[in-house]
């Protein structure tokens, strides 16, 4: 399956859904530099570390995991307001993203061994 | 202003793109590594697009869709924390620690290149 063309369908058609839900999301969160980008990897860690649980089918595993969450979070943007915030506020910014997005990741893990 | 409906095709396409990439790398390299590749090579594509000067459709399709999608926070998220888990955290910390030099390194070269060249 992961090899398999109906598996990159899956993939990208997870990655044109994600990547258009973390546009809306950032259009949402407004002005401020690395809030949208903030709040989706949080989200979306606590989501992957549920789905990688729960999720058996292959299938889900890619439209979902591979393909939907993993666009809707993004580490690019990341960098790029850790930058555009200069050195102090910007290495603020990857403590708490690191953080919350490490807490996020295991609170999801947790939450689908105990389902 | 870029129209809405052709800035969200511009952003889906371009996520769709990139989404398919790093899964082609996540085959190619089957381990946790293969995060640092497109997280590194994702954030100096960013950085060639901030430093260039592109209309706002080449940003959302390359910058937004393509480079947001193509590199991925919460894989690194969950490969780190299971990493530590596992009773390595050694390696998780060195894994967390690699990919926002890497990222930030790659940004910085990839805007510092594009502002010499154009």
């Known amino acids: 399956m992961e090899r398999t063309l109906a598996g990159a369908a899956l993939v990208a058609a997870g990655g044109f ?3 258009l839900t973390r546009y809306a999301v950032d259009i949402a969160a407004g002005d401020v530099t690395g809030l949208g980008t903030l709040l989706v990897n949080v989200v979306g860690s606590f989501a992957l570390g549920l789905l990688v649980t729960r999720a058996t089918e292959v299938r889900t595993q890619l439209f979902v995991g591979t393909g939907f969450v993993s666009s809707f979070t993004t580490y690019s943007t990341f960098a790029a307001d850790a930058v555009a915030l200069g050195t102090v506020a910007g290495t603020g910014y990857v403590v708490v993203s690191y953080a919350a997005g490490f807490l996020a990741a295991i609170a999801g893990l947790a939450l ?3 389902l | 202003m870029t129209e809405p409906l052709l800035a969200a095709m511009a952003v ?3 996520g769709a793109a990139g989404a398919l990439a790093r899964h082609a790398v996540g085959l190619a ?4 590594w293969s995060l640092v590749v497109v997280n590194t090579l ?8 901030i ?4 209309g706002p459709s080449a940003t959302l399709a390359v910058g937004v869709g393509f480079c ?3 590199t991925t926070f919460s894989s690194f998220a969950v490969e780190t924390v299971t990493t530590a888990e596992a009773g390595d ?3 998780a910390t060195a894994f967390a620690a690699l990919n926002v030099v890497a990222a930030v390194a790659a940004l910085l070269t990839g805007s510092g290149l594009a502002l010499v060249v154009t």
């Open chain 1, 112 to 114: 689908g061994r105990r």
């Open chain 2, 51 to 54: 430093g260039v000067p592109t």
């Open chain 2, 68 to 70: 947001g999608a193509f």
């Open chain 2, 42 to 49: 994702g954030s100096f594509a960013l950085g060639v697009v």
């Open chain 1, 17 to 19: 859904a994600g990547a």
């Open chain 2, 89 to 91: 955290p050694g390696t």
């Open chain 2, 12 to 14: 889906g396409i371009g």
């Open chain 2, 29 to 32: 390299i089957e381990s946790r």
